[in-house]
């Protein structure tokens, strides 16, 4: 087995007191016009349009996110498969998830934007089981499957964007401690490489499966592979007593990124409710008071709340 590489954090949090993440991809994409009412959501644009998706990776740098996270997150293996693309060509999509990041960051340093940062990391991104079934299973986490089942459906596409030359792994929107525990397991299985582990949420102290969230981060945050533990896509207003409940138990900073407002409608695929994607740079101080290093935003929020958001961190 090869040895663990540097934590990707390292130099970041030894210059700065934060690293700021990206904001929503597929929620940006509908934004700007995308229709992704599809199982596959944005990895359809993934296929059909990519440079889509680069342009809104260089949007996030540009507003000063320093990491960006690839399209990923609902291109399973299986659901590629079952759209007729051959286990080749699957694994090409998955390739270019990270590759289109890699592609954004390259242009956004060649552009002289960049001056004093570091250079930013690209993390691509495996979501939950939930994620595939199109219908908003990553807020509850009711699969009745086992953690070998949950291992072996994250399998393949694990040790696809494990060498597809990300700098870390972003496991995100994870709705159950069972899951969490199988995708940490093939984190520690290979050896080479880090990930963060954030959760959906159920309430002010416990993950969507019910598992308190202190709970979760003692077990799970002791791993080498993790390198930040916490929840995203979850209401702004429920991340700072959920870090309470944990802030005495964590052993790896905190990694938050709430959406910006509304619930989810798994049936019609889409977000309902009133936006506040504000509420993410105005509660960010207090987050980074309670152990959070890796602030962003999830759906709903956009490059302009990034921008915000770094600007308040600034003043760190």
């Known amino acids: 087995m090869l040895p663990v590489r540097p934590n990707p954090l390292a130099p970041f949090l030894a210059r700065q ?22 199982p596959l959501w944005s990895a359809r644009v993934l296929m059909d349009t990519p440079d889509a998706i680069r342009t809104v990776h260089l949007d996030y740098l540009e507003a000063g996110a320093d990491v960006i996270t690839g399209a990923s997150y609902q291109a399973t293996t299986q659901g ?5 693309l051959t286990a080749a060509k699957a694994e090409a999509v998955l390739i270019r998830s990270v590759t289109l990041a890699l592609e954004a960051r390259a242009e956004f340093l060649a552009s002289g934007r960049a001056t004093e940062r570091l250079r930013p990391l690209v993390a691509a991104s495996i979501g939950s089981y ?20 949950l291992s072996r459906f994250h399998g393949a596409r694990f040790d696809i964007l494990a060498g597809a030359g990300a700098d870390l792994l972003a496991i995100e929107t994870i709705p ?8 940490v397991n093939l984190m520690e299985a290979s050896g080479q490489v880090h990930g963060w582990l954030s959760f959906t949420t159920r309430d002010d102290g416990a993950i969507a499966d ?6 979760c981060v003692q077990a799970l945050g002791q791993a080498p592979s993790v390198v930040a533990i916490g929840v995203n ?15 005495s138990v964590s052993a790896v900073p905190f990694v ?9 409608d798994g049936a019609a695929r889409e977000w309902r409710g009133p936006v506040d994607a504000e509420a993410i740079p ?3 101080e207090e987050w980074h008071a309670l152990g959070a290093r890796l602030i962003g935003g999830c759906c709903r929020t956009t490059p302009r709340t990034i921008d915000q958001l770094r600007n308040r961190l600034a003043n760190l």
């Open 130 to 149: 939930g994620a595939s079934l199109a219908d908003g299973s990553e807020y509850r986490g009711e699969y009745g499957l086992t953690q070998r089942e």
């Open 210 to 215: 019910g598992t308190p969230f202190a709970e």
């Open 233 to 247: 896509c979850t209401p702004a207003e429920r991340v700072a007593p959920l870090l309470r409940s944990a802030e």
């Open 176 to 183: 159950s401690r069972r899951e969490a525990e199988a995708l």
């Open 80 to 84: 590629l498969l079952r759209r007729g």
């Open 256 to 264: 938050v990124y709430p959406n910006g407002g509304g619930e989810y």
């Open 17 to 38: 007191p934060f690293l700021v993440l990206d904001g929503g991809l597929a929620t940006e994409l509908q934004r700007q016009g995308f229709d992704l009412t599809d």
């Open 282 to 284: 105005r509660l960010a």
